[in-house]
């Protein structure tokens, strides 16, 4: 970590209090506070950062947002956003004070409420798991918030994550499932899409066109779905006659047992974030 930043931070003992304070400030924090911005939810006087590198300090700062140091930075806020990378929070937690009330808000992977609030001795921790569509403000962020928590403290949380996509509020004993198919979903579904324009390469399509496609029956599907009036299982048999191109394509499909892999792959993203809960422990 770079102890010299471009733009200079403000002393320590800043006792200004901000809306937001945030911890870190790679790419899925930026987005978070750009929705923000953009959306009205909060201003950039709103908001204070701290980042562990000068380029992101520069980012954070081209925002108009306040710089300052990391311990300024966990105590500043009405709300602090952690959102270091994960491997960093044991060694970076022992030098953090963070001010009695605060609405400590983790997007950190691994890290269960309970084990963040020991380790920042917090009231109450709100954990979220965004996914990197919050970049264009199409995320979907499994929320977890305990029933002791504040109303006012919720209704914040709610209204971050809502600035980039949409709000599903869980159990954070859903969490890790919620990562496998929402976070690491994304994952998947461009590794098919991958897929599927290499095959219509190999099919005798120009590459411009192999990958337009590819994108727009997937945009296609997910439009139609996202309306609530077409089922994707009636979708899939309304394009599947018998003895079809489709149906010969599907027996295909389920002879490599597609779905099978799908839910293999799915449970083994769940193993590992659970694995990764342990060993904070």
């Known amino acids: 970590m770079s102890n010299s930043h471009a733009h200079k931070q403000s002393p320590s003992n800043d006792a200004t209090q901000y809306k937001l304070a945030v911890l870190g400030f790679g790419k899925l924090a930026s987005a978070i506070v750009r929705g923000c911005?953009?959306?009205?939810?909060?201003?950039?006087?709103?908001?204070v950062v701290w980042a562990r590198s000068d380029a992101r300090m520069a980012q954070a700062h081209a925002l108009g947002l306040k710089i300052v140091d990391m311990n300024t930075c966990a105590r500043s806020g009405g709300a602090l956003l952690l959102s270091i990378k994960p491997q960093y929070f044991s060694e970076l937690a022992p030098q953090l004070s963070v001010a009695?009330?605060?609405?400590?808000?983790?997007?950190?992977?691994?890290?269960?409420?309970?084990?963040?609030?020991?380790?920042?001795?917090?009231?109450?921790?709100?954990?979220?798991?965004?996914?990197?569509?919050?970049?264009?403000g199409a995320a979907v962020t499994a929320l977890s918030i305990s029933k002791d928590c504040p109303i006012g403290a919720r209704e914040f949380a709610v209204k971050l994550f809502a600035s980039?996509?949409?709000?599903?509020?869980?159990?954070?004993s859903h969490l890790d499932a919620a990562?496998?198919?929402?976070?690491?979903?994304?994952?998947?579904?461009?590794?098919?899409?991958?897929?599927?324009?290499?095959a219509a390469i190999q099919l005798g399509l120009p590459k411009?066109?192999?990958?337009?496609?590819?994108?727009?029956?997937l945009h296609g599907v997910?439009?139609?779905?996202?309306?609530?009036?077409?089922?994707?299982?009636?979708?899939?048999a309304s394009v599947t006659s018998p003895n079809g191109t489709t149906a010969a394509a599907?027996?295909?499909?389920?002879?490599?047992?597609?779905?099978?892999?799908?839910?293999?792959?799915?449970?083994a993203a769940k193993d590992r974030a659970a694995q990764l809960g342990q060993a904070n422990t």
């Open 250 to 267: 599907l027996a295909v499909l389920d002879a490599g047992e597609f779905s099978q892999l799908i839910t293999r792959a799915a449970q």
């Open 222 to 236: 997910a439009k139609s779905a996202s309306t609530g009036k077409v089922d994707v299982s009636a979708l899939r």
């Open 37 to 47: 911005i953009s959306t009205g939810f909060l201003k950039s006087s709103d908001i």
């Open 100 to 136: 009695p009330g605060t609405n400590v808000i983790s997007v950190m992977a691994g890290w269960t409420c309970e084990q963040i609030g020991a380790r920042l001795k917090a009231n109450h921790v709100i954990r979220a798991m965004p996914n990197v569509a919050a970049e264009v």
């Open 208 to 217: 411009d066109i192999a990958k337009n496609l590819s994108l727009d029956v």
């Open 164 to 172: 980039v996509g949409r709000v599903e509020l869980l159990h954070e």
């Open 179 to 198: 990562t496998a198919i929402s976070s690491s979903g994304i994952a998947y579904l461009c590794l098919f899409i991958e897929a599927l324009e290499r």
